[in-house]
């Protein structure tokens, strides 16, 4: 396995040991990056912290061992990177998306590896508005600077 440090990469972080081969499988080969796998969030968190360079995405499941939630773990690592492609898994409902940020993609359990595929086109997509819109919003911002009639 290549260095987590040199692009690109994907983190899986789900505790049910088949479900996160599968999936880090699966990435692996669509995405063409390196997959690391956690089967908490807790651990996964403390590795992402010491990583220089932003996952290119992070599929976590919701309810696992450990301290924090997959929710939780989305919130710190957008902290970090505003723009990470994330998607969180549950099978316990739809109760956890009201409290997700708003770029995060839910994918209930169980799920396709189709499913899978569209809610990483979807969180992918989601970062490039994002970025669109932080450049626009900058662009404007220093236009306004720039303007002398203001």
Same mark, same amino acid.
């Given at each position: 396995m290549t260095s987590p440090n040199a692009l690109p990469y994907a983190v *899986?972080?789900? $505790?049910? #040991?088949?479900?996160?081969? /599968?999936?880090?499988?699966?990435?692996?080969e669509r995405l063409q990056c390196t997959c690391i796998r956690f089967d908490n969030a807790d651990d996964a968190l403390v590795h992402l912290l010491q990583c220089q360079a932003p996952p290119t995405l992070v599929v976590t499941d919701h309810l696992m061992p450990g301290q924090l939630r997959g929710g939780e773990l989305a919130q710190m690592l957008l902290q970090r990177w505003p723009e990470l492609p994330l998607v969180i898994t549950s099978g316990y409902g739809y109760e956890i998306t009201t409290a997700l940020p708003a770029q995060v993609i839910f994918l @209930?359990?169980?799920?396709? /590896? $189709? $499913? *899978? $595929?569209?809610? *990483? #086109?979807q969180a992918r997509a989601q970062r490039t508005v994002d970025q669109g /819109?932080?450049?626009? +919003? +900058?662009s404007e911002? @220093?236009?306004r600077r720039d303007d002398p009639g203001e």
């Open positions: *899986v972080i789900e $505790d049910n #040991r088949l479900l996160a081969e /599968l999936l880090g499988n699966h990435l692996e @209930q359990k169980p799920w396709t /590896l $189709d $499913d *899978v $595929d569209s809610a *990483v #086109r /819109l932080a450049a626009k +919003s +900058s911002g @220093q236009a």
